[in-house]
C-alpha cells in the first residue's frame, strides 16, 4: 500500500496551555526556532511523504500565515527562512476546517476527500513530537511494508497513566507485535497493559470509513481507537511500533512542553554549551536553599 500523504490534526483548544493559547494554535509554540508543528511537518517530508493536510480549529489564520511563502522577503535576506523554503519545496499543503462531532477521529473524515483510495496515510496529532534519529514516520512505513498490516506508534506509560490514553493489548508471543485489542482510556482495572497509542499511526481509508459507521464512544466523542478495534474484530490486522532511537514527547501542557522545549535545547551542542553552566547553577543553587531550610536531620533522611 502507497503511503504518501499525512493528515496532522490541530484543531484542539489547547486549554492546557491558556492564555498563550488564545492567540494562536499550540501547535505554533517554539522548540527552540521551530514552531512545533513544523518537526511534524519535516519528519513527514524526511519520510517521503508529498501531500500534508492539515487539519485547523477556530483560528486557522496562524497556521495558513506560517505556511504562507509568498509572504517570505527575498531569498538571501534571512538564511533560516532560505532553508525553511527549501524544505517545503515540491510538498503540498492542504488547510481543512474541522467539522463534526467531537474526537480525535473526526479530522479523518475531514480529510478523507484528498486521500487518494486504495493507499495508505499517516496521522499525527499535532500536540505529540517524536525525537528520534531516524524519522518516526519511515520506521512506520518500513514496518507497514515489512508485515502488510496497519501500524499504530505506542511507548509504555505508568501504570496510573493508562486511564488517559488508548490502550493497546499485544497477542502472546508475537514477534511483530501484533494487536488483538485496544481500549479507549481504561480504568486501571480494565486495562490489560500499559502500552499507550500515541500521535503517530499508519491507516487506510478503511478506518475512515469505519469512522462513518461507529456510534459515538466516550463523552460522545468519535474515537480513533474505536474505529482500529472495530477494524481488528473484522479480521484486520494491526501492528505496534516502538521508538527506535528516540522518544514520544508532547507539547500538550506546560511541564511537558518545557520538557520538550529542553530535550531539543540540550541536543543542540552549541545550545548546550551555552546553558549548561546556568543549569548546573541554578540546581546547586537549590540544593543550597533547600539544605539551609532543612537542617541537619534533612540532610541525613535523604
Not at 517530508?45 to 509572504?71: A, F, V, W
Not at 543553587?285 to 532543612?294: A, V
Amino acid at each position: 500500500m502507497k503511503v504518501e500523504t499525512g493528515v496532522i490534526a490541530a484543531a484542539g483548544s489547547g486549554t492546557r496551555m491558556l492564555p498563550v493559547s488564545s492567540g494562536y494554535p499550540k501547535e505554533l509554540l517554539p522548540i527552540i526556532n521551530k514552531p512545533a508543528i513544523q518537526l511534524i511537518v519535516e519528519e513527514y517530508i524526511d519520510s517521503g511523504l508529498k501531500k500534508i493536510i492539515i487539519i485547523t480549529g477556530e483560528n486557522p489564520k496562524p497556521l495558513r500565515r506560517q505556511y504562507d511563502l509568498s509572504n517570505l522577503p527575498p531569498r538571501g535576506k534571512y538564511q533560516a527562512l532560505d532553508e525553511f523554503a527549501d524544505k517545503l519545496s515540491g510538498i503540498e499543503i492542504v488547510f481543512e476546517p474541522q467539522q463534526g462531532p467531537y474526537g480525535n477521529g473526526t479530522p479523518l473524515l475531514v480529510a478523507r476527500p484528498h486521500i487518494p483510495e486504495g493507499e495508505g496515510f499517516i496521522y499525527a496529532y499535532g500536540d505529540d513530537i517524536i525525537k528520534s534519529a531516524s524519522p518516526f514516520t519511515k520506521q512506520l512505513i518500513e514496518k507497514h511494508e515489512r508485515t502488510g498490516a496497519l501500524v499504530v506508534g505506542t511507548q509504555e506509560v505508568p501504570w496510573e497513566d493508562v486511564t488517559r490514553y488508548g490502550i493497546a493489548q499485544i497477542k502472546n508471543n508475537n514477534p511483530e507485535r501484533e494487536l488483538d485489542d485496544v481500549v479507549e482510556k481504561p480504568s486501571r482495572e480494565e486495562a490489560r497493559s500499559n502500552l499507550a497509542m500515541f500521535g503517530r499511526f499508519l491507516l487506510s481509508t478503511d478506518i475512515i470509513q469505519i469512522l462513518t459507521e461507529i456510534p459515538l464512544g466516550k463523552s460522545n466523542e468519535l474515537w480513533l481507537t474505536d474505529a482500529v478495534r472495530e477494524y481488528i474484530s473484522r479480521g484486520g490486522r494491526v501492528v505496534a511500533e516502538s521508538v527506535a532511537g528516540g522518544e514520544w514527547l508532547t507539547i500538550g501542557d506546560p511541564i511537558n512542553y518545557l520538557k520538550t522545549v529542553m530535550e531539543y535545547a540540550l541536543s543542540d551542542p552549541e545550545i548546550r554549551a551555552a546553558l549548561e553552566p546556568r543549569i548546573r547553577a541554578l540546581l546547586d543553587q537549590g540544593s543550597g536553599t533547600r539544605d539551609q531550610g532543612s537542617g541537619t536531620r534533612g540532610r541525613s533522611s535523604s
